[in-house]
């Protein structure tokens, strides 16, 4: 007989394992503050908890977090984990660490079925979503390895669920483990610092306006749909004016959620004056801001990053038309850690690497 593992379970979803085994709810809140807050994984330690509960515990449950196989350390204290699967694959957890605060970036797939063309997840392909347990798992291996400040203060300090893969296709688990991040008994983190990024997947959208209140993020990259659909596939069904309009919807004034818009900086794909142009006019009237993004190169890719001052211009041009513009620092590059370069190592069921290697073979014959 398995055992569940309790450690991806929400406050609602532990009351109700606890109802099932015949014991009281409240009992789900001290096992919340055991898992999250103290990281204790043996249940014969958790000694609020009656000797009788603790071994009907043992009997039907488990807390096992994500194992690391690999831990590499940036120039710039950047730090990224290998994280190993049950399954065989691996995915990639990065911490980048800033003044005043420390930025979780969380993988919520094992690869991807998406295909966005700069990214280094996609060309890995796609072979299973992860489990809320696994999701939240790299959240407490992080606050293992790193601990608290001198202060007594967390140092993972935000969230972005902007690792591998598209958050979005894998909507129950991740937003379980969003709440988990949330929970005051949990990890405790304010919906502004926890922030979702997907491709656009526009119904799922809509559905987490209603479910989890957090910021979002806009993989965009491109102002026009035929240029958006050649980087970004899933543009073919969801183009970028239903896009836009669900970030519409997205952003309640009475609720301020934040949205920001990202875009990779593309060496003559997307910079152009007339890029910017038309990124000022299809964002008109979306309180946002937008974060430009060096591309980062990976192994096969036929992209280059867009020189710095046409960055510096097409940052000022949108400054100059009244929009938030920020050029996001690259970091953990020196360890493949940084934006676009997370690839982990994934058994590729949907075949995707052989088709692209096939289709590359075919274009520059």
């Keep these: 007989m398995s055992r569940t593992n309790l450690l991806g379970l929400d406050l609602n979803s532990l009351e109700e394992f606890f109802a099932e085994i015949g014991e009281k709810p409240f009992r789900a809140r001290q096992l919340l503050q055991w898992i999250h807050q103290y990281r204790v994984v043996d249940f014969a330690e958790m000694t609020n908890l009656s000797k009788a509960l603790r071994q009907k515990l043992e009997e039907t449950a488990e807390v096992k977090p994500p194992e690391v196989l690999h831990e590499y350390i940036s120039k710039d204290d ?5 994280i190993k699967l049950s399954c065989g694959n691996s995915i990639e957890t990065v911490y980048i660490p800033e003044k005043g605060r420390g930025t979780l970036c969380v993988s919520s797939q094992v690869g991807c079925a998406l295909a966005c063309t700069f990214c280094s997840t996609a060309q890995q392909g796609f072979s299973r979503n992860l489990t809320a347990s696994e999701i939240i798992g790299q959240v407490w291996l992080a606050n293992e390895y790193l ?12 969230v972005v669920m902007m690792g591998m893969g598209e958050p979005l296709a894998n909507y129950k688990n991740v937003v379980m483990a969003m709440k988990l991040m949330r929970d005051d008994l949990g990890y405790g983190i304010s919906w502004r610092r926890v922030t979702l990024s997907t491709s656009g997947m526009v119904p799922m959208i809509d559905k987490l306006r209603e479910d989890c209140h957090v910021s979002l993020a806009i993989s965009l990259h491109a102002a026009n749909d035929k240029l958006r659909s050649e980087i970004i596939p899933l543009n073919d069904k969801y183009p970028i004016k239903e896009l836009l ?10 609720q301020r959620r934040h949205i920001t818009i990202e875009y990779v900086m593309l060496d003559g794909i997307n910079d152009s004056i007339q890029d910017g142009k038309d990124l000022i006019r299809i964002l008109k009237g979306l309180p946002t801001k937008i974060n430009l993004i060096p591309f980062n190169p990976f192994p096969g890719t036929d992209y280059i990053c867009s020189p710095k001052p046409v960055i510096k211009r097409f940052q000022q041009q949108l400054t100059d038309a009244g929009l938030v513009a920020t050029i996001r620092k690259t970091r953990g590059d020196d ?9 982990g190592e994934v058994q590729d069921k949907t075949r995707r690497t052989q088709r692209l290697a096939e289709a590359k073979q075919v274009t520059f014959q």
Excluded: F, H, M
């Design 245 to 254: 309009a669900a970030c519409k919807r997205y952003v309640d004034v009475e």
């Design 335 to 343: 360890i493949v850690a940084a934006c676009g370069q997370l690839a």
């Design 78 to 82: 950047t730090r990224k984990w290998i």
């Design 147 to 158: 601990g608290k400040d001198p202060k007594g203060n967390r140092v993972v300090t935000n």
